[in-house]
């Protein structure tokens, strides 16, 4: 999906190691999404952004943080990483709603494993 | 809190069986409902969606779903299912602002030739 990068594809840290996840989009969208994609969970809503310089709250936001410095980029940051954000992390991208509601652009993943 | 429910976890199925994932959702409101599909080593890709007017959607690949508002459901059908069929679908709905998606567990599917 050219559309959506994110990289790493793979990382393994120990526990209370810090990384940043980049997601980075092509398509001048202003809705950014980071999920975790856990066994028999499915999706989880992490944060996301509305636009450039505005970030939220999701489902399970703990243990993470976010910026949106650039309309482009949407960044995930693990501060101190635990076992227990080892999952698979998708970023998706949308454009501005005009009514209803619109179809994500989903990354490749990124799949991160916490020691 | 809204919610998704996906009641098959795994399913395996012979090449050329019908197919039926059942999705129900807890939202009474307006909602808009999607299938996502996620193929192996893949990210998730749109397989339809539902906005508003005919419930029954098609979409790629010969599946369909129908949304019965009475019964909170939008279950995925395809009546020949192919070994390239195989995959994990993910049933989603968009009820509050943002676009935010909740999605259900996902549903795997295995076909054998």
């Known amino acids: 999906n050219a559309g959506v990068t994110q990289t790493p594809k793979f990382r393994v840290l120990k526990t209370g190691q810090s990384m940043t996840l980049l997601c980075a989009q092509d398509m001048n969208h202003e809705y950014m999404y980071w999920y975790r994609q856990d066994p028999g969970m499915g999706l989880r809503l992490i944060h996301y952004s509305v636009g450039e310089g505005t970030t939220a709250k999701g489902e399970v936001p703990d243990g993470y943080n976010v910026s949106r410095l650039k309309k482009q980029n949407f960044l995930l940051g693990l501060e101190s990483a635990a076992p227990s954000q080892t999952s698979v992390y998708f970023c998706?991208?949308?454009?501005?709603?005009?009514?209803?509601?619109?179809?994500?652009?989903f990354g490749a993943g990124s799949r991160l494993t916490v020691l | 809190a809204q919610s998704v429910s996906q009641h098959n976890h795994h399913v395996i199925l012979s090449e050329a069986a019908s197919l039926e994932l059942g999705c129900n959702y807890s939202y009474g409101g307006t909602v808009n409902l999607f299938w996502y599909v996620q193929y192996p080593g893949q990210h998730l890709q749109l397989l339809l969606k539902?906005?508003?007017?005919?419930?029954l959607v098609k979409g790629i690949k010969g599946f369909e779903a129908e949304f019965i508002k009475s019964k909170f459901s939008f279950n995925l059908r395809k009546p020949s299912v192919q070994w390239s069929d195989t995959a994990e679908y993910f049933c989603?709905?968009?009820?509050?602002?943002?676009?935010?998606?909740?999605f259900g567990a996902g549903t795997r599917l295995a076909v054998h030739p």
């Open positions: 989603a709905v968009n009820s509050g602002g943002y676009n935010k998606l909740i």
């Open positions: 998706a991208t949308t454009g501005r709603i005009v009514s209803g509601a619109n179809v994500l652009t």
């Open positions: 539902y906005f508003s007017g005919d419930p």
